[in-house]
């Protein structure tokens, strides 16, 4: 079974940064995409970053230049550093895993973390 943590979340005011961090444990053999989505109270859930397992990075326009997304495949982790926080960056974030192939099975799954806070004040 693969479990995902999160952590990093918090209140940090306009300009500040944060990085969040989101490991996943179990028996994984590869990882396909790992990636970071959001959800702002009353929006849908967007895709803020996500990365492939070679490294190639694709971006929100609204946090291009500001947001940096990295993976560790070695250690299953992934983690998205947050530079310049605006308020309308304000949401719950999520952890995903696409593409995860596990031991004995031919079936590929996906996995989502259970969110954390990120609040900015202005």
């Known amino acids: 079974q693969v479990q995902l943590v999160e952590s990093g979340g918090g209140l940090v005011q306009a300009g500040g940064s944060l990085r969040l961090s989101c490991a996943a444990s179990g028996s994984i053999s590869s990882i396909a995409i790992m990636a970071w989505y959001r959800q702002a109270p009353g929006k849908q859930r967007e895709l803020v970053a996500r990365?492939?397992?070679?490294?190639?990075?694709e971006y929100a326009d609204s946090v291009k230049g500001r947001f940096t997304i990295t993976r560790d495949n070695a250690k299953n982790t992934v983690a998205l550093l947050m530079n310049s926080l605006k308020p309308e960056d304000t949401a719950v974030y999520y952890c995903?895993?696409?593409?995860?192939?596990?031991?004995?099975?031919?079936?590929?799954?996906?996995?989502w973390g259970q969110g954390t806070q990120v609040t900015v004040s202005s």
């Open positions: 995903n895993l696409d593409g995860v192939v596990v031991p004995s099975d031919w079936r590929r799954f996906h996995y």
């Open positions: 990365m492939s397992g070679g490294g190639s990075t």
